[in-house]
C-alpha cells in the first residue's frame, strides 16, 4: 500500500514537471545552419531560396520551410511559378514538383518538435502549387487582389494558409485544393 502511494505522488509530480516546462523556440541560425548542412549532404552543391515561416495555434513560429536548388541558383519565384503552372497544364506532375532539380527541408524552430520534421527531393506547395492556389483564391473571390500572408503548420498533411483578400483573412488547406476548371 504505501509503495503504490509513492509511486502515485512520485508519477504526479514528475506530471506537474513535465507541464511546467513550456517549448522554447531555437535561434533561428541554428536552424538555418542545420538545414544548410543537411541539404548538402543530401544533394550535394545547394542553393537555398528565402525560408518560409510556419506558425502554430499561438501564432508563434513552428517550423521553417527551407527549399533548395540542386546544382543552379535557385530561379525567381514568377519563373518558377510560371514553370510550376506550365507543367500542370500539360500534365506532368514530376516537372511541376522540381523533376530532382529540388529539394526541401521542414525544420522545426521549437525544441518539443523533431529538428527534422521531413525532408524530400521536390519543391515545397508553397512552390509547386504557388499558381493554382492563386486561380482558385481568384475564382472564389471574383478576381480581387490576394496577398498571401502566413502558413500554419498543424501536422504533416494540415497546413493551412492565410490570404488577405480586400483586406479580408481568408484561409486554405492546400492538401484539399480541388482541380480548377
Excluded at 480586400?166 to 492538401?175: A, N, S, V
Aim: net charge negative.
Amino acid at each position: 500500500m504505501k509503495r503504490t502511494i509513492f509511486y502515485t505522488v512520485i508519477m504526479l509530480l514528475l506530471n506537474m514537471a513535465a507541464m511546467s516546462q513550456k517549448e522554447q523556440l531555437v535561434p533561428f541560425e541554428i536552424i538555418q545552419g542545420i538545414a544548410d548542412r543537411n541539404a548538402q549532404a543530401l544533394w550535394g552543391d545547394v542553393y537555398p531560396a528565402e525560408p518560409i515561416p510556419y506558425y502554430g495555434f499561438d501564432d508563434e513560429i513552428v517550423a521553417w520551410q527551407f527549399n533548395f536548388s540542386i546544382g543552379k541558383e535557385f530561379p525567381e519565384n514568377k519563373i518558377l511559378e510560371e514553370h510550376c503552372i506550365s507543367a500542370k497544364l500539360n500534365g506532368d506532375a514530376y516537372n511541376q514538383w522540381g523533376n530532382g532539380q529540388y529539394g526541401r527541408i521542414l525544420m522545426s524552430a521549437r525544441t518539443d518538435m523533431p529538428v527534422i520534421i521531413e525532408h524530400a527531393n521536390m519543391l515545397s506547395f508553397e512552390y509547386a502549387e504557388a499558381g493554382r492556389i492563386k486561380q482558385l483564391m481568384q475564382k472564389v473571390n471574383l478576381n480581387t487582389d490576394i496577398q498571401p500572408a502566413k502558413g500554419y503548420y498543424f501536422g504533416l498533411f494540415n497546413v493551412w494558409y492565410e490570404y488577405q483578400v480586400d483586406g479580408e483573412k481568408q484561409y486554405i488547406c492546400l492538401i484539399f485544393i480541388p482541380d480548377i476548371e
